[in-house]
């Protein structure tokens, strides 16, 4: 390598440093006490766990799969992410409004749309008033699968019409979000049944997927869906309000989520800190 590259990878390589501790003095800013680790000295210390950190490393967990070596716990982490997007999404909507899960969890009860995917997906045609698009032939019966279709919710408006409004709504925790974002999406579903309005695509991600400056970090990558990542969850959910951290709030999530054993496994390798 001449002297020349030498120094333009060096030139490239500090700035890529620069700007690592950019995005960690940012989260540090936004997160406040709920952020886990400090920075001193361009170092970077994993600090006292709380519950409101501790909620923080499970979705640094759920961001990094592939550095968590127990498939056990892999598992696990993918199920209880789904029951925090849940959990959020029915914070978002109306005190009357049905919202359930539709994929298949490993750890919940699905009482609602459960057994083979032509039968669930048949009772949310219902659910929703529309018509079936779709013949039960068109699934296999060994099929038990979500369509890519994780949550569901919609408001009654007091008749069984169609017409209201629905939210689809899908929980991605590897970077293949991006793609994913579209399995949930009103076009993703219209060969299963009409849809008189599209509806609301949301996408719930464990990554804190923001600029240094706050701003989405790959704008483009946001395909007509409604981004619910690391920094939102940990607003919808109670925890960090305008920098406020809410420790009851987040010690009711530890305990709902159940997720302390889960951060024992700390299968972590520097990544999206």
């Not at 120094?7 to 995005?23: G, H, M, P, S």
């Not at 519950?51 to 967990?61: A, G, N, T």
């Not at 029951?83 to 049905?98: D, I």
């Not at 979500?146 to 590897?174: I, K, S």
């Amino acid at each position: 390598m001449s002297g020349d590259s030498e120094a333009e990878l060096n030139d490239a390589q500090r700035a890529r440093a620069a700007e690592v501790f950019e995005y960690l003095q940012e989260r540090e800013r936004v997160y406040g006490a709920a952020y886990p680790f400090y920075l001193n000295q361009r170092r970077l210390y994993l600090t006292d766990i709380s519950d409101s950190r501790s909620l923080y490393l499970f979705l640094l967990h759920c961001s990094v799969l592939r550095y968590v070596p127990s498939a056990a716990d892999r598992t696990r982490l993918t199920a209880r992410f789904e029951e925090l997007s849940l959990e959020v999404l029915r914070a978002l909507m109306p005190p009357a409004a049905q919202v359930h899960l539709f994929g298949k969890n490993a750890e919940m009860q699905n009482g609602r749309y459960a057994g083979q995917l032509a039968d669930k997906l048949d009772r949310l045609v219902s659910d929703l008033g529309e018509q079936a698009r779709f013949d039960k032939t068109d699934f296999g019966p060994k099929d038990f699968g979500d369509n890519g279709l994780d949550l569901v919710a919609w408001v009654p408006m007091g008749d069984e019409l169609n017409g209201r409004p629905v939210v689809f709504g899908q929980c991605a925790c590897t970077p293949q979000w991006v793609s994913k974002q579209h399995t949930s999406s009103g076009a993703a579903f219209n060969e299963v049944m009409s849809q008189t309005v599209d509806p609301l695509n949301m996408c719930f991600i464990p990554f804190d997927f923001r600029r240094a400056d706050g701003a989405w970090y790959k704008r483009p990558s946001i395909h007509r869906s409604i981004p619910v990542d690391r920094r939102r969850l940990m607003s919808l959910s109670g925890v960090v309000k305008d920098g406020v951290i809410n420790e009851l709030t987040a010690s009711d999530w530890a305990e709902k989520l159940d997720y302390a054993a889960l951060n024992s496994s700390r299968g972590l390798a520097g990544k999206d800190l």
